[in-house]
């Protein structure tokens, strides 16, 4: 486990902040909050962000906007070439006031890239760097594909879906997952009804939708991640056509309207 360590975010009069990192494979950043927005980009490798509401697997084609003052928390999947952007809260209160997964295309992707560069001062080329960005930011589309998190003190349920998340292909029976948390099958259904509204069995497919999908959109086949999540490819295709009306190659291709 790690603590975040953002850039020097004492001077409002500043309008952009950037950061570059790497960060391996297996490192968790625990949960943390900036007085800033920040806008949370890695250019290569996978990561889950953890928000009190929900979790979203972001790979290298989509960034997650924070508005200030949001807790979240980083898995590294993969080694990560991290490239974040962190605007105060004046200019962050043009862009989203809740979270948003945003589809990152190729100029987006250059601007955030180049914008991080520019750390050394506040120039003239910045500024016209970062109003370009935030018109793109603006005008990108949103993913509503989330997987909904726990918001309850309650480590019993929290550690089981951070668990799964972990290691999404373990197919686990639900009563061991109870054992492991000290907690009696019925007690454990009753808090997956009440605090995420649905059943084990629904939240572990969502999580394992929004692997295959950020899987999918970097490339890999649908033989490969029908394996890794413990699937045969023709079940795995029924189970994502089903779940989000349209085939796995079709929503690689990006051909389709947002979900």
């Known amino acids: 486990m790690a603590l975040a360590v953002p850039p020097d975010l004492s001077d409002t009069d500043v309008r952009v902040q950037p950061l570059a990192r790497t960060y391996p494979r297996g490192l968790y950043i625990e949960p943390h909050q900036h007085e800033w927005g920040q806008l ?9 962000v953890d928000t009190p509401d929900e979790a979203l697997a972001v790979p290298p084609q989509r960034a997650v906007w ?20 962190y605007l105060p809260p004046k200019l962050a209160s043009t862009l989203d006031r809740r979270v948003q997964v945003i589809e990152v295309g190729r100029l987006l992707r250059e601007l955030i890239i180049k914008l991080v560069e520019q750390a050394d001062g506040q120039t003239a080329y910045t500024e016209a760097l970062l109003n370009l960005t935030l ?63 649905m059943g084990f069995a629904q939240w572990r497919r969502q999580v394992q939708l929004a692997t295959a999908a950020a899987e999918l959109i970097q490339g890999a086949s649908v033989s490969q991640i029908s394996r890794s999540l413990g699937y045969s490819p023709s079940s ?12 796995p190659s079709l929503y690689a291709s990006g051909q389709v309207a947002e979900i």
Not at 180 to 190: F, I, K
Request: glycine share 6%; aromatic share 6%; proline share 7%.
């Open 135 to 197: 018109l793109e930011l603006q005008r990108a589309r949103r993913t509503q594909l989330k997987v909904p998190m726990p918001d309850t003190p309650d480590r019993r349920l929290l550690n089981l879906c951070q668990s799964v998340m972990a290691s999404p292909s373990l197919d686990i029976a639900f009563e061991q997952h109870a054992e492991n948390a000290g907690a009696s099958v019925r007690t454990l259904a009753r808090l997956f009804q009440g605090e995420l509204g």
């Open 66 to 85: 924070l508005p200030p003052q949001v807790p979240h928390g980083i898995r590294v999947v993969s080694d990560l070439q991290m490239r974040n952007i």
């Open 236 to 247: 795995f295709s029924d189970m994502f056509r089903r779940e989000l009306g349209v085939s």
């Open 40 to 48: 949370l980009y890695a250019s290569s490798g996978v990561m889950w």
